[in-house]
């Protein structure tokens, strides 16, 4: 990211460590990332599952529980340090200036409250508004992110609806509080590609009507071309890359990365076996010494053990860490 947009800068995460105190060892599951994310910009956090994307989403929320703790860092919301603020001040930021979708709504969802009800609180907590206004308020969101027959569901309980129509409960209570960052942690896995498709369309629209800007954490590569500005790629704790997304998928620089893209499936005939990156994300207990990419990179060599390499600017706000920058890729991942 260039100088200018972190001017804009409406989140910007400085040098966070998040680490877990296990009888096992200390899991540094977010070690060192920097995310800045621009005032109504879409930023994408990609990786594979186990790279830290969630735990940098829940270190931002303040939802860190033990033995997890953030050891190191800032996290600047709008310039002022949420990581000074005490237990009630980030209450009141989390919900109405800041809020999450999880992959999953009914973790967020409070399963013996009505969901037309969870709605309505959510609005009261930080507008002072009469009863009839908010319901009547929840039945104009619920008709605009389209749940059919609003009156009827408002009765609802989560249990009573699809994972389609909790997703869009969720979406409703962000619009309700017309949050100035939405973090969405894998907000369409478990919906079918129909169901998707409307979801990502409906947090384009709430970033339209109210600025906001949203945080897409996913490891769906073609979600992220569709709707981010600005793309990160975590591996094992760390980011490994990140440019603006033209720029990302026109000139993948990590092996990491390049590897990703060619793992997508391509609409072309004769393309044979699709390209899978060999082994798995490491154990955070026991990381390589050096690059952490380095056992399953096909460009490693002795330089890659030595030392993890720092995340360089290659100019215009591309960065990558990787100790050899200007590899050329062909297909099947060999140089
Ligand atoms: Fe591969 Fe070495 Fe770059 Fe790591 S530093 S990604 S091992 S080439």
Known sequence: MNKEQSKEALLEVRDLHTHFFTKAGVVKAVDGVDITIPAGKTVGLVGESGCGKSMTAMSIMGLIA??????????????????????????????????IIFQEPMTSLNPVETVGKQVSEAMFIHEHISKEQAKERVLKLFTEVGIPDPQRRYYNYPHQLSGGLRQRIMIAMAMACKPDLLIADEPTTALDVTIEAQIIHLMKKLQRENGTSILMITHNLGVVAEICDYVYVMYAGQVVECADVYELFKHPMHPYTKGLLQSLPK?????GRLYNIKGMVPDLLKLPDGCRFAPRCDYACSKCHESIPALTDLGNGHLIRCCMNNHQVTEGGKL
């Open 267 to 271: 609409m072309q005939s004769g393309q």
């Open 66 to 99: 033990n033995p997890g703790k953030i050891v190191q860092g800032e996290i600047l919301f709008h310039g002022k340090n949420l990581l000074e603020l005490n237990r009630k001040e980030y209450r009141k930021l989390c919900g109405n200036r800041l809020s």
